[in-house]
């Protein structure tokens, strides 16, 4: 059973920088569909981006000016590289990744079920 584990999380300051890993314990045998989500306080996951197993990338217009999704896939390693943070963007973000070739569209990723979770990394931004 492959498990996900995010990393990189953490505090800063509107306009900073983060960039966020998940890597997984061992390579897929399948195709699968990487995704990342977050969850603001109070609210519910939703989509931020997600590329699929032939390396097309999607991700949410509200971010895609500045975040953007890439993965190494020697090292098992999603990524998300957020720039300009906003306030907004404070929460937990958690990757998945889906037993499928193609990625759900952003805006319907939450309904979706996902086979793999990772426990979730932290990110807060101030003002």
């Known amino acids: 059973q492959v498990t996900l584990m995010e990393s990189g999380g953490g505090s800063g300051q509107a306009g900073g920088s983060l960039r966020l890993s998940c890597t997984a314990s061992a390579p897929f045998d399948v195709d699968v569909c990487m995704s990342w989500f977050r969850q603001a306080p109070g609210g519910g996951r939703a989509g931020v981006g997600g590329i699929d197993s032939s390396g097309s990338l999607s991700i949410a217009d509200s971010v895609k000016d500045r975040f953007t999704i890439s993965q190494d896939k020697d090292k098992n390693t999603l990524y998300l590289q957020m720039n300009n943070l906003k306030p907004e963007d404070s929460g937990m973000y958690y990757c998945?990744?889906?037993?499928?070739?193609?990625?759900?569209?952003?805006?319907?990723?939450?309904?979706?079920?996902?086979?793999?979770w990772g426990q979730g990394t932290q990110v807060t931004v101030s003002s």
């Open positions: 998945a990744a889906r037993r499928t070739r193609w990625c759900p569209a952003v805006e319907y990723m939450y309904r979706f079920d996902y086979n793999y």
